[in-house]
């Protein structure tokens, strides 16, 4: 099973709302990871969590917050979002926090509106 | 830096037609190569890999061979299907290096038309 689950699948949220995204996955990964994803452009890295602890933050705005309670689960915690902060939300996950040895696998992802 | 070069697209094909979309790279060390592909409303799903120089990846008839001497990765299919429709992404990853982080080129819109 090389399956991420995401939830929700979608989300609009005010920009005085807290909202949380979850993410697991069962395939005994250590490595997990937070992309963003506007429209018509590539994957960009936002926080990496090697063996639950965070091991890379790409300098992103304190509104996002991310938390690894286990190997398995993944939280993004939002709060006081922008409307430029409209995006999908990709979860990842590989074997290893090992830069270059792991395939990452990707879940379908939260389609998050910022109204 | 290390970076990653994808062919413009869209690219438009009939059913049943060769499919080549180019990628090369730029970088220091030794990188892994991938393949990913992502479908309308989806996530990105890894489509194929490489981890050495003359590796071939392949999965769905989709092949990519990891040229270290062009340093390409070109993504090939003999014949598309309108199931192929999507976005298609180049990636690297450095071997040994101090972030695991996919460095993706800018993507390839794929559309097949019957």
């Known amino acids: 099973d090389t399956e991420v689950t995401q939830t929700p699948k979608h989300l609009v949220m005010g920009m005085t709302n807290k909202k949380s995204l979850k993410c697991e996955q069962h395939?005994?990964?250590?490595?997990m990871y937070w992309y963003k994803q506007k429209a018509k452009k590539p994957p960009e890295l936002m926080f990496v969590?090697?063996?639950?602890?965070?091991?890379i933050n790409e300098s992103v705005p304190s509104r996002f917050s991310p938390e690894c309670p286990n190997s398995s689960l993944l939280n993004l915690h939002l709060h006081a979002l922008q409307p430029e902060d409209s995006a999908l939300y990709l979860c990842?996950?590989?074997?290893?926090?090992?830069?270059?040895?792991?395939?990452?696998?990707f879940g379908p992802g939260t389609r998050l509106t910022v109204t | 830096g290390d970076s990653v070069t994808q062919m413009e697209g869209p690219v438009t094909l009939s059913e049943e037609a060769f499919l080549t979309i180019n990628c090369t790279y730029t970088?220091?060390?030794?990188?892994?190569l991938f393949w990913y592909v992502q479908y309308p409303g989806e996530g990105l799903q890894l489509l194929l890999k490489?981890?050495?120089?003359?590796d071939k990846g392949s999965n769905k008839g989709f092949e990519a061979t990891y040229r270290k001497e062009t340093t390409s990765f070109h993504l090939e299919k003999g014949s598309v299907q309108v199931s192929d429709s999507a976005v298609y992404f180049c990636?690297?990853?450095?071997?040994?290096?101090?972030?695991?982080?996919?460095?993706f080129g800018t993507g390839t819109l794929l559309a097949v038309q019957p």
């Open positions: 990842a996950s590989s074997q290893d926090g090992l830069a270059g040895l792991y395939e990452q696998y």
């Open positions: 395939m005994g990964h250590r490595a």
């Open positions: 969590y090697s063996y639950e602890k965070l091991s």
């Open positions: 970088a220091t060390g030794y990188p892994s």
């Open positions: 490489a981890t050495k120089a003359d």
């Open positions: 990636a690297l990853s450095m071997v040994g290096g101090a972030t695991n982080k996919l460095i």
